[in-house]
C-alpha cells in the first residue's frame, strides 16, 4: 500500500486497475497485470499478431501504457506519435484511449512531482480533456470518468481532487453503464482523502465508509482491506480509537493469513496502542515496520 505523490491515497487502485478496461474492443482486461508491467507488454504484442483494425490501435495504447507505468515516457509517447497518422480513420474508442495515454504519459501517479512543469500538466490537461470529450460524443462513460479522476495528478490541491472526483462521480452515478458504475468505490476512496487533507475528516469518513461496503460487494479482498485501512486511519485522527484498533488488528491477521503483511498497518498500531499508552505494544509494531522497510 503506498500513498503516492500526488496526496491521493492508494489511488493506483483506480488509476491503474480501473474497470474501464474490460469493455474494449478487444478483451485486454485478461492481457493485464499491472504488478507486471513487462509480463502485460508481452502478451499485448503476442495479441497483435492475430489483432487487426481498432483492435491493433488500442493494443498499442496499452503497450504505451506498460511503458508509462515503468516511468519510460519517452518510449510511451513515441508509440503514441507514430500511432497518429492512423487515428483520423479509427474509431472512437482508439481514439479516446489514445488520449487518455497521452496525457498518462505527462502526469500520472508514477511522475516525480520536479517533472510536473507548467508546460507539461498544461500538455497533461489537454489530452484529458480531449478524452473526455471524445468519451461524451461516444457515449463512453467509463472512459470519460477515467479521464477525468486523472485530472487530479494534473491539479493537485485536494479542493482541486475533490471537484474532479465529484465530477467523476456524478458521471458514475448518472450512467447506466456497469463500467462506469463500478468507478463509485475509487472515486468515493478519492474523494474522502481529499476530504481528509481539508480536515473534513467526518465527511471523510462517510466517503470511507462508503467506498469499503463498495469494495465489499466487488470482491476484491485486498482493495477492500486498503479500504477499511482508510476507515480505521480516519477513526484514529477523529479520537475513535477502540474503533480503528479494531479494525487494525483484523486487518493484520487478515494481512498475515494472506501472506501479505503491511507497514501501513503496523504503522497504524503503532499508533494507536501509543495513544492508549501501551508503549510496550507501540514498540512491537515500531519493530515490524522496521523489519518490513528492510525487506
Not at 460524443?137 to 467509463?142: F, T, Y
Not at 501509543?274 to 522496521?290: I, P
Amino acid at each position: 500500500m503506498l500513498i503516492h505523490r500526488s496526496g491521493l491515497a492508494w489511488l493506483m487502485a483506480a488509476s491503474i486497475a480501473a474497470p474501464s478496461i474490460a469493455m474494449a474492443a478487444i478483451d485486454i482486461a485478461p492481457l493485464w497485470n499491472f504488478g507486471n508491467p513487462e509480463l502485460s507488454e508481452q502478451r499485448f504484442r503476442a495479441a497483435l499478431a492475430t489483432a487487426s483494425g481498432d483492435d491493433t490501435l488500442i493494443l498499442q495504447t496499452q503497450i504505451a501504457r506498460t511503458y508509462g507505468l515503468r516511468r519510460d515516457f519517452a518510449k510511451a509517447q513515441a508509440l503514441l506519435r507514430e500511432m497518429e497518422p492512423q487515428l483520423a480513420s479509427a474509431g472512437a474508442e482508439a481514439r479516446i484511449r489514445h488520449a487518455l495515454e497521452t496525457g498518462r504519459t505527462f502526469s500520472s501517479a508514477t511522475h516525480s512531482p520536479d517533472s510536473q512543469t507548467p508546460e507539461v500538466r498544461d500538455r497533461a490537461r489537454a489530452a484529458y480533456q480531449r478524452a473526455i470529450d471524445l468519451g461524451l460524443e461516444a457515449k463512453r462513460d467509463d472512459l470519460v470518468i477515467d479521464a477525468i479522476h486523472m485530472l487530479a495528478f494534473v491539479d493537485t490541491r485536494p479542493e482541486d481532487q475533490l471537484k474532479w472526483g465529484q465530477r467523476g462521480l456524478d458521471v458514475a452515478m448518472a450512467s447506466q453503464q456497469p463500467l462506469a458504475r463500478a468507478w463509485e468505490a475509487s472515486l468515493r476512496n478519492n474523494m474522502g482523502y481529499a476530504l481528509y487533507q481539508m480536515g473534513r475528516n467526518e465527511e471523510a469518513l462517510g466517503q470511507f465508509q462508503r467506498a469499503a461496503s463498495l469494495r465489499e460487494a466487488l470482491g476484491n479482498p485486498e482493495r477492500t482491506r486498503v479500504a477499511h485501512w482508510m476507515v480505521a486511519m480516519t477513526l484514529r485522527t477523529l479520537k475513535r480509537v477502540d474503533e480503528a484498533l479494531a479494525i487494525q488488528l483484523r486487518l493484520e491477521a487478515e494481512n498475515q493469513a494472506a501472506g501479505k503483511p503491511d507497514l501501513h498497518v503496523f504503522t497504524e498500531l503503532e499508533l494507536l496502542y501509543r495513544a492508549r499508552g501501551d508503549e510496550s505494544r507501540a514498540a512491537l509494531y515500531a519493530q515490524r515496520r522496521a523489519v518490513l522497510v528492510k525487506q
